[in-house]
């Protein structure tokens, strides 16, 4: 196997970047440029940061691989054009949006706007993890006015070659239990603070309401982190290590995402990866990552929930939907097919075999 040197740069190092950086690490020497670009404040100096921390990597790398559009996807541009390296561009979400009426979307603040556009129209190639960020209409959310949604929508004189390649997630991290014991009817949600609209945190306290005999955990947030009134039968888990997340997700029943925009949806495969049954939104490309293996929700409003709820509650397959939850993800979003695809199409577009 070739030990070229790549530059992988992103602005943080959740599980998917993670991933990523060690399915690449088998085939190239991966250097990764990674600021702290969560601390606002710290904005100014991390470009600084970053333009001397790439051009001091850049020598030899074979290519530049950007994960997230943003700011720190200027220099990876300009200097891949002054030192001949190729660029591409992974974009997750918040890159392809602007959605004000949700406080969502990099593309709604007009200097990151102009960031984004300049560095997708001098990438090599851009590759979204999900159809629905290339185009999209969002018909979940009454809230939202603005439906429509995407690289094309929002840039549409974008000449880049643009090609989809999926999230993969790892199905030995992510397992199903040899023995399932599963809380009856609990449902289960992961999301941050600043995630509890945006995901539906607002809904699922509203469902919980309706349903006093079933359990809903939250995973990511503390109860004093939201400013939303819940029933005793609402349980926040707080932050969750990987180990813990596993465990929840292998003994809760259902698992909600019900976000209003979701570019992809890693921590929804990772939960039908343990067997949770899948309750989402119909929104981007939730509807096709459930598939048939659970339910989808099509507008964020009780009335629409209630009827989905009940159906998942009086499901009397159970079973089949928790292993079929595990198989859909494990033959459509698996680490295997992202590598195959991704790899494959670094090798088309530069022009080189970096798996012989």
């Not at 390649?165 to 941050?192: C, H």
């Not at 939730?286 to 409003?301: L, R, T």
């Not at 009397?316 to 859909?328: M, T």
């Amino acid at each position: 196997m070739s030990r070229n040197k790549i530059l992988y740069v992103t602005p943080s190092m959740q599980s998917f970047v993670k991933s990523d950086v060690r399915m690449l690490s088998k085939y190239f020497t991966v250097r990764v440029i990674n600021q702290p670009w969560g601390d606002k404040r710290l904005a100014p100096f991390n470009f600084i940061a970053q333009f001397f921390d790439m051009l001091f990597s850049i020598f030899g790398a074979k290519f530049i691989l950007v994960n997230f559009g943003g700011y720190w996807a200027f220099w990876a541009t300009i200097l891949g054009k002054a030192f001949g390296k190729k660029v591409f561009i992974v974009t997750h979400g918040t890159d392809c949006a602007a959605i004000p009426e949700i406080n969502y979307g990099s593309l709604r603040i007009p200097l990151l706007k102009r960031i984004c556009k300049f560095s997708y129209t001098r990438a090599d190639a851009i590759f979204p993890v999900s159809e629905s960020l290339i185009e999209t209409e969002l018909l979940f959310d009454p809230v939202i006015t603005s439906r429509k949604q995407g690289l094309l929508f929002h840039f549409p004189e974008l000449k880049v070659p643009i090609e989809t390649i999926y999230n993969g997630l790892d199905e030995s991290q992510w397992t199903l239990p040899e023995k399932p014991d599963r809380i009856t009817n609990s449902f289960l949600a992961v999301m941050s603070p600043s995630q509890f609209k945006l995901k539906g945190g607002d809904l699922i306290i509203e469902i919980a309401r309706e349903y006093p005999n079933c359990s809903f955990y939250f995973a990511g947030i503390q109860a004093a982190e939201i400013n939303q009134k819940s029933s005793a039968n609402v349980h926040f888990l707080g932050f969750l290590s990987p180990e813990e997340l596993l465990e929840w997700y292998q003994k809760s029943e259902f698992y909600f995402q019900l976000s209003s925009f979701e570019g992809f949806g890693c921590a929804l495969c990772e939960a039908m990866l343990c067997g949770a049954i899948p309750i989402g939104s119909n929104s981007n490309h939730i509807p096709k990552i459930v598939g048939k293996s659970g339910f989808i929700i099509p507008q964020k409003s009780l009335k629409a929930a209630i009827p989905i709820v009940d159906k998942a509650l009086s499901s009397v397959n159970k079973d089949l939907l928790s292993i079929n939850s595990r198989l859909q993800v494990q033959a459509n979003y698996s680490i295997a097919l992202r590598e195959q695809k991704l790899i494959a199409a670094l090798e088309r577009f530069t022009g080189k075999s970096y798996t012989n």
